[in-house]
């Protein structure tokens, strides 16, 4: 692994409960970003319909990934809804020193782990406009069991929970208006200004309300 010092690029987290769109927030910003780059994280889950290998994750057995585990291969590591998830620390530190800035699509908890390690990555998280919009959203993608949503939507106010952790928040309601913010947000870390922070006190509370219920 290289030392800090030689490195150009700069590091950045994004984080958001499922359905609240940071994915498509990432891949539209890829095609018009040629500095920025996204990780491709290691996962044990099983490929779905569309995903390429090396493009959006590295298939991993288990036991190979409990291997790269214990041989400290990854700059952070997480299980999610029963699969393991794990960031390399060479594909990471071979971008960043090549120059371009890097972006990992993670957990709260896989961000928290970065910034430990990384104190100056800048982190993103991602809010949907509402409770009602994370579940249309989710049934809308089509990928999942009517369980398998009730389930990502009830661990939704956990992830929530995790927003005041995080440098920015971005509430993706209009997309475009979305993109723009986590652009500007990556153009001031690259020129050293200051990005103003959004007040989401309000929403989050009515996000976080009633936890019982996430409908």
Known sequence: MSSKSQRSGRLFVISAPSGAGKTSLVNALLETDRKLVSSVSHTTRPKRQGEKEGKHY????RADFLA???KSAFLEHASVFGHLYGTSVESVDTHLTNGLDVILEIDWQGARKVREKEPATTSIFVLPPSRIALVERLRC???DSPEEIQRRTNLAVEEISHFDEFD???VNDNFDEALLGLTN???SVRNGTIFPKSNVSDLTARLLSDKSRFE
Do not use: C, D, Q
């Open 68 to 70: 790269l585990k214990s």
């Open 185 to 187: 947000i990556i153009s």
């Open 168 to 170: 920015h928040v971005l």
């Open 141 to 143: 993608r089509g990928e």
């Open 58 to 61: 590295y298939f991993t057995a």
